[in-house]
């Protein structure tokens, strides 16, 4: 059914305020299209969000201070919300308003780095070095990198940062020999950058998604709640010569982050 709307012009300024005195927001409204209004404005200030014209720690406002500035009804602001709230780009706070919080991070499921992605995505990542050490290797970690458990790996424990906030915590583990990782390397670029500079060519993976519930290790390192539900990812990545170079076990925020996948239809 088509909503009914108060009669009021389709163009509509939203004097945004914030905390950080933001430029104002123009958003906009066709009441002719077959598009939902809540959708239309949901899909504005998600664009809005993204391009970092509404910042973090942005105030919209309440419903109905919103629903009177842009001529719409308050179910259709309340609705168009609730969607953003629902991705994780907006927070409802008692007493404070509706307050935008990071953009969600959606990285496609590739042979990449997450440095690299975060990078590419113009989010400015950074990353702090937890443990850099070698060590024999769990046995699920010697089994996918053809070694026996008796030998020595590389440990490096990141935390990846973006905008100050945690996004995710990496557990990389490498053969011994295979390349110098100096710890201000680490803290500065991706780990796949740096195999590519030391000559390493990065050719498949085996690599499997899932989520569970975070240690509270994992929580308090990533500023969720004890028992936040993670995203998980396994990877196991070979070179040109079909060599087993690198096991990653990364859990990352659910509320921060998702992934990306691409389907084919198979005749």
């Known amino acids: 059914?088509?909503?009914?709307?108060?009669?009021?012009?389709?163009?509509?300024?939203d004097e945004h305020a914030d905390r950080q005195a933001s430029p104002p927001l123009r958003?906009?409204?066709?009441?002719a299209s077959p598009v939902p209004l809540y959708f239309q404005l949901a899909r504005q200030l998600q664009a809005a969000i993204e391009g970092d014209v509404l910042t973090p720690g942005s105030l919209l406002g309440n419903e109905i201070e919103l629903a009177g500035r842009l001529g719409l009804s308050r179910p259709t602001v309340r609705q168009a919300i609730q969607?953003?709230?629902?991705?994780?780009?907006?927070?409802?706070?008692?007493?404070?308003?509706?307050?935008?919080?990071?953009?969600?991070?959606?990285?496609?499921?590739?042979?990449?780095?997450?440095?690299?992605?975060?990078?590419?995505?113009?989010?400015?990542?950074?990353?702090?070095?937890l443990h850099h050490a070698s060590a024999a290797p769990p046995a699920e970690?010697?089994?996918?990198?053809?070694?026996?458990?008796?030998?020595?790996?590389?440990?490096?424990?990141?935390?990846?940062?973006?905008?100050?906030e945690p996004m995710a915590y990496l557990c990389n583990y490498l053969p011994c020999g295979l390349l110098d990782l100096p710890e201000h390397e680490l803290e500065t670029t991706g780990l796949y950058a740096l195999m590519r500079l030391h000559g390493i060519t990065l050719h498949s993976a085996e690599q499997a998604v899932g989520a569970r519930t975070g240690t509270d290790e994992e929580c308090r390192l990533l500023a969720e709640p004890p028992g936040a539900a993670l995203l998980t990812m396994q990877r196991t990545t070979y070179d040109d010569r079909g060599r087993p170079v690198e096991f990653g076990s990364h859990v990352?925020?659910?509320?921060?982050?998702?992934?990306?996948?691409?389907l084919l239809v198979r005749a």
């Open 27 to 31: 958003l906009a409204v066709d009441r």
């Open 141 to 164: 970690v010697a089994h996918a990198l053809g070694l026996p458990e008796s030998a020595q790996v590389i440990v490096v424990r990141r935390l990846r940062l973006t905008r100050g």
């Open 1 to 13: 059914m088509p909503e009914e709307e108060p009669s009021h012009p389709q163009h509509h300024t």
């Open 83 to 129: 969607t953003l709230v629902d991705k994780g780009l907006l927070v409802r706070r008692r007493g404070v308003g509706t307050q935008v919080v990071h953009s969600r991070v959606a990285r496609p499921l590739e042979l990449s780095s997450l440095y690299d992605d975060l990078l590419a995505a113009g989010l400015h990542p950074s990353t702090r070095v």
């Open 252 to 262: 990352y925020r659910a509320s921060r982050y998702s992934f990306e996948f691409r």
